[in-house]
């Protein structure tokens, strides 16, 4: 089993440009997350969908958009990358009602110049 | 609001054991985790509590909960050089979010 992957690994960007990151599950998970990691912060929620088609807001969602076409894949959006942006980027998913917690994919580090 | 927090670091001798403590203030958490994140890696589950048992054991991993004190920790006996890494409470809270706290990083000297 693949889990969850995420693409691209590791991207640098300059002010002002914009890119989608993928995250692709293979385990028929219903809900999928994107958290950005920044040092002494933990984890932080932007968006997360608990279905195809739907989509919601987490804790910092401002300069990201997302979208679940397909129940497998969940994109992540920066439409003008600025420097605050520069993170790294986890995405995970988990089923609807089992507790047995979040898959995470291996991350994307992201650098905006 | 929700808040899950946990002291940045932790050092110990290979050998010896290791207890990670968390505090949280969601008294409706149904699920708490431990998750594990090596270097240049994403978090990986260690183990999990439902909320209405005191403590799970796996292998060297000892979960204790006191939900009285909305304490969690965990516990690595024996603790090897490669448990180094940063160790995550995360809590479930009512519905299906989970809170992470911002993570543990463990070092273990040889």
């Known amino acids: 089993n693949a889990g969850v992957t995420q693409t691209p690994k590791f991207r640098v960007l300059k002010t002002g440009q914009s890119m989608t990151l993928l995250c692709a599950q293979d385990m028929n998970h219903e809900y999928m997350y994107w958290y950005r990691q920044d040092p002494g912060m933990g984890l932080r929620l932007i968006h997360y969908s608990v279905g195809e088609g739907t989509t919601a807001k987490g804790e910092v969602p401002d300069g990201y958009n997302v979208s679940r076409l397909k129940k497998q894949n969940f994109l992540l959006g920066l439409e003008s990358a600025a420097p605050s942006q520069t993170s790294v980027y986890f995405c995970a998913s988990s089923y609807l009602e089992r507790g047995d917690g979040y898959t995470f994919g291996s991350g994307t580090r992201l650098t905006v110049v | 609001g929700e808040d899950v927090e946990q002291s940045l670091f932790l050092s110990v001798r290979e050998g010896d054991s290791s207890v990670i403590n968390c505090t949280y203030t969601d008294s409706s958490s149904t699920y708490l985790y431990w998750y594990k994140q090596e270097p240049g890696a994403g978090l990986q589950l260690l183990t999990y509590?439902?909320?209405?048992?005191d403590m799970k054991q796996d292998q060297r991993l000892t979960v204790l909960l006191n939900k009285k004190d909305k304490h969690l920790s965990l516990r690595i006996a024996d603790t090897q050089t490669g448990d180094s890494a940063i160790y995550f409470c995360a809590e479930r809270t009512g519905g299906f979010k989970t809170i992470f706290g911002a993570g543990t990083r463990l070092f273990v000297k040889a």
């Open positions: 509590i439902f909320s209405n048992m």
